[in-house]
């Protein structure tokens, strides 16, 4: 019988990425364990986290990370310092320092290879739009690059490459986990706002909200398109789900629901089910109705 080897494949979406953990929570109770860990964007940082302490205690530091933060953790605007992008027209809205201090603080590693799990970041070639997996070097490096948002961030530059978010390329990068190797590949998603009443506030905030809806759709597409190679098994994201991905404010609650949510996807049969969630699908609906 051939080996199978697991992948733990994590999305981006800023700050959905508390869902994952919620859902990371579960899977960890369920005793699933994986081979390899491979990560975009926030995804990446999550993912990160996770392949070097891939246990219960380590996810739930993570939480406790999670439940500390807040948005000028990470997008720290100021009228001056958007006047000064502008009149020096340097390509980005915000300096990466607030990005690299959350990023130095939560990583208990600083060599991607120095991880229990075996972790692959992935970013985008800023110049070529190719996908860049990143398997050794610095970690902070990689990780900030990886969630290098265009436009709102510095590129990374990493040996000859001027590197970016990983979500450009492939947001949830299941073909670098075929590419690497898994047979079966576990897909923990941000999901998307499909009930939020209203687009969110700000260009910063819409950029995002439009970059993760690509995203998902990008997500249908690679699981139909590699299921001929791998069993894929994606965690069903929480629907209805009225938070962007600029909001930090609902961070909990969204660990507990995705928590519950993925105990009931794995009793259910999702570590076995392959295919698309219906929550994954393109729709919208009023509050209060549960899908997926």
């Known amino acids: 019988m051939p080996t199978v080897k697991t992948a733990l494949v994590l999305a981006g979406g800023g700050s959905l990425g508390a869902v994952q953990v919620g859902m990371l929570k579960a899977l960890v109770e369920a005793q699933v364990t994986f081979d390899l860990v491979v990560g975009a964007s926030v995804g990446a940082i999550n993912g990160a986290y996770f392949a070097a302490r891939p246990n219960a205690q380590g996810v739930a530091e993570l939480a406790d990370f999670w439940r500390g933060l807040r948005k000028d953790d ?50 985008t070639d800023l110049l070529s739009g190719a996908e860049e997996l990143l398997s050794s070097g610095n970690a902070e490096q990689a990780l900030l690059a990886s969630a290098a ?55 910063v905030a819409l950029a995002l909200h439009t970059l993760n809806l690509m995203s998902m759709r990008q997500l249908v597409r690679d699981i139909e ?17 009225d938070a962007s991905v600029f909001d930090f404010s609902q961070t909990d609650q969204l660990l507990q629901r995705a ?34």
């Open 225 to 241: 398109l590699y299921s001929p190679r791998a069993s894929i098994h994606v965690v069903a994201p929480l629907c209805p789900l």
């Open 259 to 292: 928590y519950h949510s993925t105990q009931t996807w794995i009793e259910g049969g999702g570590l076995i089910r392959i295919g698309v969630p219906d929550s994954l699908q393109a729709h919208t609906h009023h509050a209060g109705k549960e899908n997926g």
């Open 149 to 203: 948002i265009p436009l709102v961030f510095p590129s990374v530059r990493i040996g000859k490459k001027f590197l970016i978010d990983g979500g450009v390329a492939s947001n949830t990068p299941i073909a670098s986990a075929v590419a690497l190797g898994a047979t079966r590949i576990v897909v923990v998603p941000t999901g998307f706002g499909c009930a939020c009443p209203t687009p969110p506030l700000g260009l």
């Open 74 to 123: 990470v997008f720290p605007f100021s009228v001056l310092d958007t006047l000064t992008a502008i009149l020096q027209r340097r390509g980005h809205l915000l300096r990466a320092s607030a990005l690299q201090r959350l990023v130095r603080r939560s990583l208990p590693f600083e060599q991607i290879e120095d991880t229990e799990l075996p972790l692959h970041i992935v970013t």
